[in-house]
């Protein structure tokens, strides 16, 4: 069974960074497109950005205006792993954070149901 590992998740003050790491080791990640959710309690799932699987190309990376200009997702393929770089992060970021793969060589999408490969998640709570 194919398995994304989150980490990076966790305890930071407003105005701090964190870095996530989604891992897939089980899959050829040159063929899947890498979205990045958070869900906060009480509320539902959010897409917050994606990256296409090729990202050479305009366009192939997504962020939603909640995290425009703070958050930046990259990706290393051969690491098999993406990334999510946190910048100036504020309390109303706080949530579980979770990465999905959509094997597609289309531009990504924050469609939740587009993915077929989930992350467990990993907390992310900004706080002082």
């Known amino acids: 069974q194919v398995k994304l590992v989150e980490s990076g998740g966790g305890l930071v003050q407003p105005g701090g960074s964190l870095r996530l790491s989604c891992a897939a080791p089980?899959?050829?990640?040159?063929?899947?497109?890498i979205g990045w959710f958070r869900q906060a309690p009480g509320k539902e799932r959010e897409g917050i950005s994606c990256?296409?699987?090729?990202?050479?190309?305009?366009?192939?990376?997504y962020y939603a205006e909640s995290v425009k200009g703070r958050f930046t997702v990259s990706r290393d393929n051969v690491k098999k792993t993406a990334y999510l770089q946190m910048n100036s992060l504020k309390p109303e970021d706080t949530a579980v954070y979770y990465c999905?793969?959509?094997?597609?060589?289309?531009?990504?999408?924050?469609?939740?149901?587009?993915?077929?490969?989930w992350g467990q998640g990993t907390q992310v709570t900004v706080s002082s």
């Open positions: 999905a793969a959509e094997f597609s060589l289309r531009p990504c999408t924050n469609d939740s149901e587009a993915y077929d490969y």
């Open positions: 990256i296409s699987a090729r990202d050479d190309r305009d366009g192939n990376r």
């Open positions: 089980g899959l050829i990640l040159d063929y899947y497109a």
